[in-house]
């Protein structure tokens, strides 16, 4: 159980171009999504909470404009970074929770973003 | 303000072995201590996790011991195998906002 799934694994963009990054909860209902980005070998960097029906929460220094993420279901939240740049290249990864157990937060396989 | 630290940032263990690493923090608020394994190029998987009103918790080969007074606690990793050859990020959280901290992460690397 507690299955998180992203999509896609791995895109390529051109500069000035937007991607969209989906996740998705595949066996449980996501009442908070969490969007991350980690460079190499480096930690994860919280970049903002989505609560299902809700506008995301973001993090100091994330610009809300270039990363769009919606939560419009209880099993799907979208990252979209629009106007992408190479400096936007990295690898992102989401991750839910469910009501039922607040603490515990379930990540997805990652998508890595490479701009060109 | 890094309010998880954990060592070492790198370490390197004979198949076998004993792997441990640490992690301290500083805020008593927190009250949730996971641990997550990542694999290259894959997203983190919750390992093990203990809450404070336990001195350790123990899942097959993998324990987390935990001091409150001290606020510190450690993953061990018994009879490491290669296979176990990852980055180990601890984190802690509190029922606040229930969204974790991550230590900068560990890669351990178990040699056969």
């Known amino acids: 159980g507690a299955v998180v799934s992203q999509h896609p694994s791995w895109v390529i963009c051109k500069s000035g171009t937007s991607v969209k990054i989906e996740c998705r909860s595949l066996?449980?209902?996501?009442?908070?999504m969490f969007w991350y980005r980690q460079f190499p070998k480096q930690s994860l960097m919280l970049m903002a909470t989505s609560n299902e029906g809700s506008k995301a929460t973001y993090e100091q220094g994330v610009e809300k404009d270039k990363f769009l993420i919606n939560h419009a279901s209880l099993t799907l939240s979208t990252l979209t970074v629009t106007s992408a740049h190479p400096e936007d290249s990295s690898f992102y990864i989401c991750?839910?929770?469910?009501?039922?157990?607040?603490?515990?937060?379930?990540f997805g396989p990652g998508t890595r973003l490479t701009v060109t | 303000q890094q309010q998880v630290k954990q060592s070492p940032q790198s370490l390197i263990v004979q198949k076998g072995g004993i792997s441990i690493i640490n992690c301290a923090y500083e805020?008593?608020?927190?009250?949730?201590f996971p641990w997550y394994q990542q694999f290259p190029g894959k997203g983190p998987a919750l390992l093990i996790a203990i809450r404070p009103d336990v001195s350790e918790k123990k899942e097959g080969r993998f324990t987390i011991s935990f001091n409150k007074s001290a606020k510190q606690f450690s993953l061990h990793i018994m009879d490491s195998q290669p296979g176990d050859s990852a980055t180990y990020f601890c984190a802690a959280s509190s029922g606040g906002s229930y969204i974790p901290t991550f230590g900068r992460g560990t890669s351990l690397i178990v040699h056969p």
């Open positions: 805020n008593t608020a927190f009250d949730y």
């Open positions: 991750s839910a929770r469910s009501q039922a157990g607040l603490y515990e937060q379930y």
């Open positions: 066996d449980f209902q996501a009442t908070t």
